[in-house]
């Protein structure tokens, strides 16, 4: 029955992660993801992973390009690409992994905060991170500084490194794995 073959699948996929594992083809389990076109099959195979001793992390729900994650990831490789993109720029501020406030947010784009509202105008937030911001609150101010960091030290990497590689030491500049289990 279709049951037990998929069954059978998940277990013989299990174990071909195993031996790959083994013959170090697999240097670790967080460079492995199984994408599946529905989420049925989902408890045969964690079944299977477990029975393994594979760790595993399903992501379920709506489509796969929809997930917060996959949205705060795609705007740092937009903003790294086109630091004038305000939209992505947005987005990877006040993703989790930067978390800066809509105050901030706002404050940033002023390009004359301490005034009021009617003669300040917009500025782009790329120059808007390098310009005075004295009017953001401290803890807005150290994640601005480290916004801009970040964004310094990676966009020279853009166009040089495989995407795959750039999105990597997104992560890892920003710990985004750590502010995700959290």
Not at 32 to 37: D, H, N, P, S
Not at 114 to 127: A, D, H, V, Y
């Amino acid at each position: 029955d279709s049951e037990a073959a998929r069954s059978a699948s998940a277990h013989a996929l299990a174990g071909r992660l195993v031996q790959l594992k083994a013959q170090k083809e697999i240097r670790k389990w967080d460079e492995v993801a199984l994408l599946f076109r529905a989420s049925t099959p989902f408890p045969i195979y964690e079944q299977a992973l477990e029975d393994f001793g594979i760790p595993l992390v399903t992501v379920a729900g709506s489509g796969f390009f929809e997930r917060p994650e996959v949205r705060d990831l795609l705007n740092f490789l937009r903003a790294l690409a086109d630091p004038w993109d305000d939209q992505a720029l947005a987005g990877m501020l006040r993703s989790p992994a930067l978390g800066i406030s809509d105050v901030g947010l706002y404050q940033l784009r002023q390009r004359n905060p301490s005034q009021s509202n009617s003669s300040s105008t917009n500025r782009p937030l790329r120059e808007a991170l390098n310009a005075d911001l004295s009017s953001l609150s401290v803890s807005d101010q150290d994640h601005t500084r480290r916004a801009l960091l970040i964004l310094e030290d990676l966009e020279p990497l853009v166009d040089r490194l495989p995407v795959a590689e750039l999105l990597t030491r997104v992560v890892d500049r920003t710990d985004y794995r750590a502010t995700l289990a959290t």
